[in-house]
């Protein structure tokens, strides 16, 4: 499943509107990174989705501590949201569109990102409105533990306007958005290592930097600086936990759920990191295909061997038989040529059915007329209840025949003739 994330822009959108994209397959590795309009931007497929980037600078993050019987699902959330949030604002909360972070509990601290609901209304309208509605909107950072288990910081923006973020600040981990300035990378501490002192520390964390701020950044921080794009970037936005589209910008949970599940797909389809249980996952069924070939061979081969023994019994018994198509009915034919030729009867005779028949009637039960043919006994005139014909078929089965009444006809015959 493909993957379009965009980055928002920070004014207003309209039909001029450039996006920078990333298209993915993975989640991890771009196909393709560029700009175009709403109308111009590339279609992820039927089973693909979008993802709409927040950059960080329109972005406010606050920590709050939700209330008891509060929870994510609560209809009055964006009411306690506002409450909480009011005398933390520059805005009317009206204004603003509220996001709170994923698995958030009552009575613990929580991060609430907050940005301008007007804009973030009309950007998503405008791109399904071009047909590429948004499935997720998530933020460009995110507060909480960075990979590294430290502050990262990156250098993005323009050599006009460049901006210095960073990720895992203090001890709430926070996202920190500076003017990048000699000012500011001290006071982040991006000169050296965090909580490293003498000689032997470790050297400081890395500064990612956009293209176009790397120089910059270089002559700034007095080091190299690590290359860092905005795809890059946008990839590692999107496989973030978060989604800011909550409240009256969300989608159905129906929508979510099925999204969801299409990206849970396409990572294990084609992430690198899961290439070691795609692998595992085709030897799997590589080996049951493989053993049920064989099991099912095995006993093709018996069932073989059995057929094989029955036409050899046939003709070894009765050389006379050259053709064999049907072994089972093919001998019985012959048992009862050979019972015919000895003068002996079979069960299918008239003689054993008639005894038969006579030990199972009651006494008193005389039927009119009595026909034989084809091995089958009928009798006429009895008229007998059904509860009657069931008794008279239990003492049958004893000797190895059954009775069925059809047409007021009590048919009788060997069982194994049925």
Request: aromatic share 4%; charged share 20%.
């Amino acid at each position: 499943m493909s993957t379009l994330i965009l980055t928002l822009t920070p004014h207003m959108p309209g039909p001029s509107t450039e996006y920078g994209y990333t298209l993915t397959a993975d989640g991890h590795t771009a196909l393709r990174h560029a700009s175009a309009t709403a109308a111009l931007l590339p279609d992820p497929g039927r089973a693909g989705e979008t993802v709409a980037v927040v950059p960080s600078r329109l972005l406010s993050w606050h920590r709050v501590t939700l209330p008891q019987g509060s929870t994510a699902q609560a209809p009055r959330l964006r009411a306690v949201l506002e409450g909480l949030l009011e005398e933390r604002v520059l805005d009317d909360t009206v204004l603003l569109h509220f996001a709170l972070q994923p698995g958030a509990r009552a009575g613990e601290p929580a991060w609430v990102a907050v940005c301008d609901r007007g804009w973030l209304r009309a950007a998503l309208q405008a791109l399904e409105a071009a047909g590429r509605p948004v499935s997720r909107v998530v933020p460009e950072f995110a507060p909480g533990p960075t990979a590294s288990g430290a502050p990262e910081y990156f250098a993005t923006g323009t050599p006009e306007d460049p901006q210095l973020v960073v990720t895992g600040q203090g001890a709430d981990q926070a996202v920190v958005v500076l003017p990048l300035t000699p000012a500011s990378l001290d006071w982040a501490g991006a000169h050296r290592a965090p909580d490293a002192a003498g000689a032997d520390a470790p050297p400081p964390a890395p500064l990612r930097a956009e293209p176009a701020v790397a120089a910059l950044a270089e002559r700034l921080l007095g080091r190299p600086v690590e290359i860092h794009t905005t795809g890059q970037r946008a990839l590692a936005a999107a496989r973030g936990e978060w989604d800011l589209a909550q409240f009256d910008l969300a989608s159905s949970g129906r929508t979510r759920a099925l999204r969801k599940a299409g990206s849970a797909a396409s990572q294990l389809a084609r992430a690198p990191p899961w290439r070691a249980a795609r692998w595992a996952l085709g030897v799997i069924v590589v080996t049951q295909v493989a053993g049920l070939n064989v099991w099912a061979w095995q006993e093709r081969q018996a069932l073989a061997a059995k057929e094989a023994g029955v036409r050899n019994a046939l003709t070894q018994t009765f050389p006379q038989v050259k053709a064999v198509v049907d072994a089972p009915v093919q001998m019985e034919r012959e048992l009862v040529q050979l019972r015919q030729a000895a003068g002996s009867m079979g069960p299918s005779d008239l003689e054993p059915l008639m005894a038969a028949t006579g030990a199972a009637l009651s006494p008193g039960q005389v039927p009119a007329t009595l026909e034989y043919g084809t091995g089958e006994l009928r009798l006429r005139g009895l008229d007998l209840p059904p509860e009657e014909i069931d008794a008279l078929n239990q003492r049958l089965l004893a000797r190895g025949y059954v009775a069925s009444d059809q047409n007021n006809q009590l048919q009788i015959r060997a069982e194994a003739s049925r």
